[in-house]
T-cell receptor
Framework: DTEVTQTPKHLVMGMTNKKSLKCEQH?????MYWYKQKAKKPPELMFVYSYEKLSINESVPSRFSPECPNSSLLNLHLHALQPEDSALYLCASSQDRRQGPYEQYFGPGTRLTVT | AQKVTQAQTEISVVEKEDVTLDCVYE???????LFWYKQPPSGELVFLIRRNSFDEQNEISGRYSWNFQKSTSSFNFTITASQVVDSAVYFC?????????????FGGGTRLMVKP
C-alpha cells in the first residue's frame, strides 16, 4: 500500500479563520513532508518531520503551524492566512531522510482558497 | 547548489505519437539521484522512477523509457505511443549526497497534452 491520504480535499476559509489540514500514511515511513504548490509551479517544500521531530522549516510564516502527533499522522494548522496563501497543499512521506535517498510518496493534496 | 531545468513548458501531441520530455540538471555532488514524477489533473504526484548517478543504464517500463546521460547531465523521459491518460504535468527532480536529507530540487515541470 503506497497511499498517502489527505483531508479535506478542498477548503475555503476566511482570513480570520482557524483550520487544519490532515495527512495520514500507513506505510511505516518515518519522514513526512508538507509542500505548497501554486498553479503552474513545482511544489515548494515547507516542513519536514523525521521520526516525529521537526527537522526542516523552510522559513515558513508562523501562520502555518505543523504538528506530527505520531509516525502516521501529520497536521498543518492554519491561522490568519492571506489570500496569497491560496494553493494546493501536498503531503508526502518517505522511508527516512537521514539515509537513502528514498522516493517520496505524495497525497492528492488539499486545495485551499483564502477569501 | 543544485538546479533542474525542464526547458519544455508545454508539449502537445496526438495520441499514438512518441514524445520525449527533457531534463537537464546541475550538481557539484558526485553521488546524486534523479526522479520523475507525474502530476495528473487530480493533483497527486505519482512517483515514476529513481536513478542514481552510478547507474547509467537506460530503463524501460512498458511504454515509458528513460535515458540517463552523465556526459550531458540529462535524464530524459520518453513515452511511446502516447495515450490521452498520459496527459499530465511531469516533474524531474534531483537530490544529492551529502544532502539535504532527501530534499528534492524540482524542475519547473512540463505539461503534456495528448489529444485523441
Amino acid at each position: 500500500d503506497t497511499e498517502v491520504t489527505q483531508t479535506p480535499k478542498h477548503l475555503v476559509m476566511g482570513m480570520t479563520n482557524k483550520k487544519s489540514l490532515k495527512c495520514e500514511q500507513h506505510m511505516g515511513h518515518r519522514a513526512m513532508y508538507w509542500y505548497k504548490q501554486k498553479a503552474k509551479k513545482p511544489p515548494e517544500l515547507m516542513f519536514v518531520y523525521s521520526y516525529e521531530k521537526l527537522s526542516i522549516n523552510e522559513s515558513v510564516p508562523s501562520r502555518f503551524s505543523p504538528e506530527c502527533p505520531n509516525s502516521s499522522l501529520l497536521n498543518l494548522h492554519l491561522h490568519a492566512l492571506q489570500p496569497e496563501d491560496s494553493a494546493l497543499y501536498l503531503c508526502a512521506s518517505s522511508q527516512d531522510r537521514r539515509q537513502g535517498p528514498y522516493e517520496q510518496y505524495f497525497g492528492p493534496g488539499t486545495r485551499l482558497t483564502v477569501t | 547548489a543544485q538546479k533542474v531545468t525542464q526547458a519544455q513548458t508545454e508539449i502537445s501531441v496526438v495520441e499514438k505519437e512518441d514524445v520525449t520530455l527533457d531534463c537537464v540538471y546541475e550538481t557539484r555532488d558526485t553521488t546524486y539521484y534523479l526522479f520523475w514524477y507525474k502530476q495528473p489533473p487530480s493533483g497527486e504526484l505519482v512517483f515514476l522512477i529513481r536513478r542514481n548517478s552510478f547507474d547509467e543504464q537506460n530503463e524501460i517500463s512498458g511504454r515509458y523509457s528513460w535515458n540517463f546521460q552523465k556526459s550531458t547531465s540529462s535524464f530524459n523521459f520518453t513515452i511511446t505511443a502516447s495515450q490521452v491518460v498520459d496527459s499530465a504535468v511531469y516533474f524531474c527532480a534531483l537530490t544529492a549526497r551529502p544532502n539535504a536529507g532527501n530534499m528534492l530540487t524540482f524542475g519547473g515541470g512540463t505539461r503534456l497534452m495528448v489529444k485523441p
